[in-house]
């Protein structure tokens, strides 16, 4: 992903995620802080078929949506996966596995990556090793997710 992809991510990003709209400056600010966790695929004529945003946190800590953070925490200990979204009509055909996987080694060195599940899709994730976390301290930080928004962990070591 480029600064120059905002508009497209953006875009389908509204598609994928109509409830959650989120400024153009949140991804140009994730590409800047964590270019390897900010990554596309192209679609035709312009458009992206898939995009992907992670950045390093605090493992207990994700952030509120549409947050522009400005700077990584020195501390962090865990990879967030902010999204990865594709479009409807690339769906189906494997295209999100090479991300996540990518992903996934590049938060080895940190010994774990979390996400925050919505629209029910916390058994995609448990596919790939995340577990659900249910701890009433955290609803504070998955307020902005909406009502159905689940916290999951995945520890990880060196090489995946």
């Known amino acids: 992903m480029a600064a120059g992809d905002a508009p497209a991510v953006v875009a389908l ?10 400024d153009a400056a949140v991804f140009v600010d ?23 945003v992670a950045y390093p946190v605090r493992r207990f800590a994700p952030p509120p949506l549409d947050t522009v953070l400005g700077a990584l925490p020195p501390d ?3 990879l967030y996966i902010h999204d990865v ?14 991300a996540i996987r990518r992903l996934l080694a590049a938060a ?3 010994g774990a990556a979390t996400l925050v599940s919505v629209y029910g899709t916390w058994p995609f994730w448990a ?3 995340f577990r659900r976390v249910d701890d009433p301290a955290l609803a ?9 928004a689940v916290f999951m962990l995945r520890e990880t070591t060196e090489g995946g």
């Open 85 to 98: 979204a594709l479009a409807p009509e690339w769906r189906g055909r494997g295209l999100a596995e090479p």
């Open 30 to 52: 994730r590409q800047r802080l964590f270019p390897a966790g900010s990554l596309v695929l192209p679609g035709p004529a312009g458009t992206l078929a898939a995009y992907a």
């Open 127 to 129: 596919r790939f090793g």
């Open 13 to 22: 990003a509204d598609r994928v995620h109509p409830t959650f709209h989120e």
């Open 108 to 110: 080895a060195p940190l």
């Open 76 to 78: 962090a200990d865990a």
């Open 140 to 148: 504070p930080k998955l307020a902005s997710y909406g009502a159905d």
